[in-house]
């Protein structure tokens, strides 16, 4: 009976994702929003269509393969059968199997990693990773991946071992303290990736430092991240909490964009800053953990559950690798629903704060440029920007500001 739950729940997050998609492409080719008009011309717009078009293919493939990789995991004894024959305690087969099913997974995404970056994005000009990078990018999100989950599991397992089946509040609050952490030193694992550097002095520095002071804080300093390493991309984010945050350009939109419009991101930037966005957004994703952590309960209250799975007994690795792997990923995604309708009134609100500093103009310049250079999509679907969307679509930010612009 679980196993055929788990594959139901298996294929309602394969065809929620199919859905989506098939909405997506309905959407292809109806008129462009009034405000939107005009940022392609006919060639570039046929361009994004092969780019969208080609991106879905490879996603459609992406999900059909982690589906069967999941069906051979959850509808077999396949865990249980590794977990028993790597030697040692919960703890230690725990990490090896981490290792070993990280390995697995990293080595069958392989190919789709590569036909992303050095096919597709390649094609239209956005690629710039090289092999090297690609390879030493994919060995540090193996390494990483494994210490979180590991870290993550042993915190986990300590709570069961203090409180048996009543675990799940004080690893929840643990997991919570463990992610408010990683928010405050994002910034030391992007460095593990990239190379930041400050802004040069000049009258861009100084116009930033001024407003960032203007707003009543005192500017560290202003980063610059050398992202045109990886891609032809352009821009720009506020990370980490308390007095960890900071805000970071491309290098991309420092190099190739006016020192306005680059004014106008950085404003954008900044009203996130000011409204404490980032560290909002951190508390209201450890809700995402509450799902896992009423899962993996269950799972311990109900022994029959890994025993269908051939394991001897109740097992909280089991109960962890269900909880926080792509078994459970259509449950987060229902939960970011209400998340990403907050998260796209946060960046509207940003969009305000912008034009209340005087950079409407510049900022809706620099929107368009962001979204042309990006092949973005111009018209997407309703439906999936509600389900989906962090950020409202162009359209919509544009229209919010000249709507000021109006009022005003």
Same mark, same amino acid.
Not at 16 to 33: A, C, E, F
């Given at each position: 009976? =679980?196993?055929i739950?788990f594959?139901?729940l298996?294929l309602?997050?394969?065809?929620w994702?199919?859905?989506?998609?098939?909405l997506?492409?309905?959407?292809?080719?109806k008129?462009?929003p009034?405000?939107?008009?005009?940022?392609?011309?006919?060639s570039?717009?046929?361009k994004?269509?092969s780019?969208?078009?080609?991106?879905d293919?490879?996603?459609?493939?992406?999900?059909?393969?982690?589906?069967?990789?999941n069906?051979?995991?959850?509808?077999t004894?396949i865990?249980?059968?590794v977990?028993y024959?790597?030697?040692?305690d919960?703890m230690v087969?725990s990490?090896?199997?981490?290792?070993?099913?990280?390995l697995?997974e990293t080595?069958?995404s392989?190919?789709?990693?590569?036909i992303?970056?050095?096919k597709?994005?390649?094609?239209?000009?956005f690629?710039?990773?090289?092999?090297?990078?690609?390879?030493v990018d994919?060995?540090?999100? $193996?390494?990483?991946?494994?210490?979180?989950n590991?870290?993550?599991?042993g915190l986990?397992?300590l709570?069961y071992?203090?409180?048996?089946?009543?675990?799940?509040?004080i690893a929840?609050?643990g997991l919570?303290?463990?992610?408010?952490?990683?928010?405050?030193?994002s910034?030391?694992?992007?460095k593990i990736f990239?190379?930041?550097t400050?802004l040069?002095?000049?009258?861009?520095?100084t116009?930033?430092s001024?407003?960032?002071e203007?707003?009543g $804080?005192?500017?560290?300093d202003?980063?610059?991240?050398?992202?045109?390493?990886?891609t032809?991309?352009?821009?720009? $984010?506020c990370g980490?909490?308390?007095?960890?945050?900071?805000i970071?350009? =491309?290098d991309?939109l420092?190099?190739?964009?006016t020192?306005g419009?680059?004014?106008?991101?950085?404003a954008?930037?900044?009203a996130?800053?000011?409204?404490?966005?980032?560290?909002?957004?951190?508390?209201?994703n450890m809700l995402?953990f509450?799902p896992?952590m009423?899962v993996?309960?269950v799972m311990m209250?109900?022994?029959?559950?890994a025993q269908s799975?051939?394991?001897?007994?109740?097992?909280?690795?089991?109960a962890? =690798?269900?909880s926080?792997?792509?078994m459970l990923?259509?449950v987060?995604?229902?939960?970011?629903?209400?998340?990403?309708?907050?998260s796209?009134?946060f960046?509207?609100?940003?969009d305000?704060?912008?034009f209340?500093?005087?950079?409407g103009?510049e900022?809706?310049?620099?929107?368009r440029?962001?979204h042309k250079?990006s092949l973005s999509?111009?018209?997407?679907?309703?439906?999936?920007?509600?389900?989906?969307?962090?950020?409202?679509?162009?359209h919509e930010?544009?229209?919010?500001?000249?709507?000021?612009?109006?009022?005003?």
């Amino acid at each position: 009976m =679980y196993k055929i739950i788990f594959l139901v729940l298996l294929l309602v997050k394969f065809f929620w994702s199919l859905t989506l998609q098939l909405l997506s492409n309905k959407q292809v080719g109806k008129p462009l929003p009034k405000s939107v008009q005009g940022i392609y011309d006919e060639s570039e717009y046929n361009k994004w269509r092969s780019y969208n078009n080609k991106k879905d293919k490879l996603h459609l493939a992406s999900n059909a393969i982690s589906l069967v990789f999941n069906i051979v995991l959850f509808c077999t004894n396949i865990i249980s059968v590794v977990y028993y024959a790597l030697p040692g305690d919960v703890m230690v087969k725990s990490m090896l199997f981490f290792l070993l099913i990280g390995l697995v997974e990293t080595i069958i995404s392989l190919p789709i990693d590569y036909i992303f970056n050095f096919k597709i994005e390649a094609e239209f000009g956005f690629n710039k990773v090289t092999p090297k990078i690609f390879i030493v990018d994919t060995i540090k999100n $193996y390494i990483i991946g494994n210490v979180l989950n590991i870290a993550i599991f042993g915190l986990v397992l300590l709570a069961y071992n203090l409180l048996g089946d009543y675990f799940g509040i004080i690893a929840f609050l643990g997991l919570a303290v463990l992610m408010i952490l990683i928010s405050a030193f994002s910034s030391v694992f992007s460095k593990i990736f990239n190379k930041f550097t400050s802004l040069p002095e000049g009258e861009l520095r100084t116009n930033l430092s001024k407003m960032f002071e203007d707003a009543g $804080y005192k500017l560290k300093d202003i980063y610059v991240m050398d992202a045109s390493k990886r891609t032809t991309k352009a821009n720009a $984010y506020c990370g980490g909490i308390g007095k960890m945050k900071q805000i970071v350009l =491309y290098d991309n939109l420092v190099n190739n964009y006016t020192e306005g419009e680059i004014t106008a991101v950085f404003a954008h930037e900044l009203a996130h800053f000011k409204n404490k966005d980032t560290t909002k957004m951190t508390f209201f994703n450890m809700l995402n953990f509450l799902p896992m952590m009423v899962v993996m309960t269950v799972m311990m209250i109900v022994p029959e559950i890994a025993q269908s799975y051939g394991f001897s007994d109740a097992n909280i690795f089991f109960a962890f =690798y269900v909880s926080f792997g792509s078994m459970l990923s259509i449950v987060t995604q229902l939960i970011m629903i209400p998340f990403n309708y907050m998260s796209r009134a946060f960046e509207r609100r940003a969009d305000s704060l912008a034009f209340e500093k005087g950079y409407g103009d510049e900022l809706i310049t620099a929107l368009r440029k962001l979204h042309k250079d990006s092949l973005s999509d111009m018209n997407p679907h309703p439906t999936v920007v509600k389900l989906t969307y962090n950020h409202p679509p162009l359209h919509e930010r544009i229209e919010l500001i000249e709507s000021k612009k109006v009022n005003k």
